[in-house]
């Protein structure tokens, strides 16, 4: 994830954006569930994540490790 979110795929319908560097989301219209994907396949990384979470949900990071 850079500056943008270019190169990643948006599924369902939550907005997702990039504000001070920070990857953000937020509800859509219906309230559904929504996440990001990426066609990319990446060996030998370190994967580290803060996350804050400021109203009740279901969440968090999903790898395909095939």
Known sequence: MGKNLEGW???G???WYME???LVS???PDAQYGYLAT???YK???LTVEFKQEADGNSGV???LR
């Open 9 to 11: 795929e948006v599924n």
């Open 13 to 15: 319908t939550v907005l």
């Open 20 to 22: 001070d560097g920070l």
């Open 26 to 28: 937020e509800s859509g």
């Open 39 to 41: 066609d990319e396949n």
């Open 44 to 46: 030998n990384f370190e």
């Open 62 to 64: 999903f790898l395909d």
